[in-house]
């Protein structure tokens, strides 16, 4: 079974400092890999995900991630944070189940922006 | 706004009791997903359905049951409630399955279990 790993349940950082939410996958074919966002009372949504198309993935509100073999990682970055950015962000990675696809989620990284 | 929609989005009962968590999917998805989240366990995946049939599942109970109707509306059914059921339950929707195709969560509902 495929699987993803959060690195950090809570990261900190001031705001306009850089954003690194870490994520390594287990796969053993290449996987989907997603990252999701979920901000209080909410639902999570989209924030990027990688297809295999290219191994740098942009995706809203600034986020990006790059897809790393060697490394069987999917990190998120943000150049510079703002505090709408405090939330939960959740890795992801497509999985096989049944006759279907299913994404199995980490266990989630709480961003915490500091003015 | 997602496009999903679940009903209610606050319950609160006893235990042993039984509920019925409802979802409405984007215009369009035929696929239905259901989740809970808690604190200890994160987000789980229950089950799957696709167009009406059940497609996955996953960590579901055996005291919780789900289906898809014709108009592609889900119900989650959770019965003999214990006090670990309470959690978020999030349903997520999308155009078929998840290999590489966004899925939209609704709000979820809340369910308290006293």
């Known amino acids: 079974a495929q699987s993803v790993t959060q690195l950090g349940s809570h990261v900190s950082v001031s705001e306009g400092a850089l954003v690194l939410l870490r994520c390594n996958y287990s796969s053993s074919v290449p996987p989907y890999l997603f990252w999701y966002v979920q901000y209080p009372n909410q639902g999570l949504q989209l924030l990027l995900k990688?297809?295999?198309?290219?191994?740098l993935v942009k995706g809203i509100n600034g986020f990006e991630a790059e897809f790393k073999k060697s490394e069987t990682s999917f990190h998120l970055t943000k150049p510079s944070a703002h505090m709408s950015d405090a939330a939960e962000y959740f890795c992801?990675?497509?999985?096989?189940?049944?006759?279907?696809?299913?994404?199995?989620f980490g266990r989630g990284t709480s961003l915490i922006v500091h003015p | 706004d997602s496009g999903v929609t679940q009903t209610p989005k606050h319950l609160i009962t006893a235990t042993g009791q039984r509920v019925t968590l409802r979802c409405s999917p984007r215009s369009g998805d035929l696929s239905v997903y259901w989740y809970q989240q808690s604190l200890d366990q994160g987000l789980q995946f229950l089950i799957q359905y696709y167009n009406g049939e059940e497609r996955a599942k996953g960590n579901i109970l055996e005291r919780f049951s789900a289906q898809q109707f014709p108009d592609l509306h889900s119900e989650l059914n959770l019965s003999s409630l214990e006090l670990g059921d309470s959690a978020l339950y999030f349903c997520a929707s999308s155009v078929t399955d998840a290999r590489w195709n966004t899925i939209y969560f609704g709000e979820g509902s809340w369910l308290t279990v006293v």
């Open positions: 990688y297809t295999s198309a290219a191994t």
């Open positions: 992801a990675v497509s999985e096989r189940a049944g006759g279907s696809y299913i994404p199995t």
